[in-house]
């Protein structure tokens, strides 16, 4: 599992593992498995996984990847549990 970032929400600090990275539709998009992780306290730690389709052109500029986690943080923010995004043609 590779950290991608750890950023704050209004829900509190999380961190993106992401699982893994799928090519899909001939490479111009990638799927993405993450999961999110909040630390409660010293011993309890909260997990979502998060499957996320997105273009691989917006993946590879900051700006790009900087709009990816505003998109997650909005998801975090607004939803509960597991769940999936896709950014961008799908």
Do not use: C
């Not at 799928?22 to 993405?32: I, R, W």
């Not at 996984?49 to 900051?62: D, F, G, K, Y």
């Amino acid at each position: 599992m590779y950290s991608f970032t750890t950023f704050d929400t209004a829900k509190g600090h999380w961190g993106i593992f992401v699982q893994s990275v799928v090519e899909a539709q001939n490479t111009q998009n990638l799927f993405l498995t993450m999961i999110l992780e909040q630390g409660i306290d010293d011993e309890h730690i909260r997990s979502r996984r998060l499957e996320l389709l997105a273009s691989a052109s917006e993946l590879e500029s900051v700006p790009g990847r900087n709009g990816l986690l505003n998109h997650i943080r909005n998801w975090i923010e607004t939803t509960e549990g597991d769940g999936s995004l896709t950014l961008g043609p799908g």
